[in-house]
């Protein structure tokens, strides 16, 4: 009897967090479709209206992979990444049946499922993907993408930031911790990416005083090692090189 309610608790549990992270693949994908409805219905193929000095609203049609992978191909890349997003799909979702309590892992693949469903809608329907997100730099342009390849990214970034995390090449500890998070905000900022520089800079001179002190005091241990050696009286019997050459 306990273990049934032990199971049933289980299952439980595991159905509200399959609810949870479906959900947010669902929002990414509602998103990612309702913009690319907007845009369709707004511009034409080529259009481009400046947002700001480095951000543009276009209409490119991608018929490769996330960020024109592929673009150039003959046309067999649409039923290619189509094959392809089905089966990273159904794959993702059995990750998220079997994993539901890893937070940071099932937001990832979340992510990734909910843009990889939008991008291969595109596809059947369109035989392309709709891309709008023009971001650039002087006369260099980044590979126009949608909401779907920035829910596949941050959920792929989310991923290998669990793996360093994993790994203690990351260290979250203090932050998971920490009652105040929007503290950490600040770091993000000019003043605060300003003293984290000052503080590691202040860090590395430190630490090389500390390693020129240290080579300071080996040399000295190494003089008085030879000093030591040099006036250290010969035991009797013992017969010496310049002995050896005279004989």
Not at 30 to 36: H, N
Not at 105 to 132: E, P
Not at 222 to 232: M, S, V
Request: charged share 15%; aromatic share 12%.
């Amino acid at each position: 009897m306990a273990s049934s309610k032990k199971f049933g608790k289980s299952y439980a549990s595991k159905s509200q967090g399959m609810v949870l992270w479906l959900g947010i693949a669902l929002l990414v994908l509602v998103l990612d479709q309702f913009t690319k409805v907007l845009v369709l219905g707004a511009f034409q193929l080529g259009d481009s209206t400046p947002i700001t000095s480095f951000f543009n609203l276009v209409r490119v049609h991608n018929h490769g992979a996330a960020f024109s992978f592929l673009a150039g191909a003959g046309g067999w890349q649409r039923w290619f990444f189509t094959g392809i997003g089905v089966a990273a799909a159904i794959f993702m979702v059995w990750m998220l049946r079997a994993h539901p309590g890893q937070k940071l892992f099932s937001l990832a693949i979340s992510l990734i499922l909910g843009g990889a469903i939008g991008n291969v809608i595109d596809r059947l329907l369109h035989g392309y993907v709709v891309d709008f997100l023009d971001f650039y730099w002087g006369a260099w342009h980044f590979p126009a993408f949608n909401v779907a390849d920035a829910g596949i990214s941050v959920g792929a970034l989310n991923y290998c930031m669990k793996a360093l995390i994993a790994k203690g090449m990351v260290k979250m500890q203090n932050f998971s911790e920490s009652r105040n998070k929007f503290g950490y905000v600040y770091v993000l900022t000019p003043d605060g990416l300003s003293h984290r520089a000052a503080l590691t800079q202040a860090f590395l001179k430190r630490k090389l005083a500390e390693y020129a002190a240290l080579q300071q005091e080996i040399e000295s241990l190494r003089r008085d090692a030879g000093t030591l050696a040099f006036n250290e009286p010969v035991p009797e019997g013992t017969v010496t090189t310049t002995e050896r050459k005279s004989a």
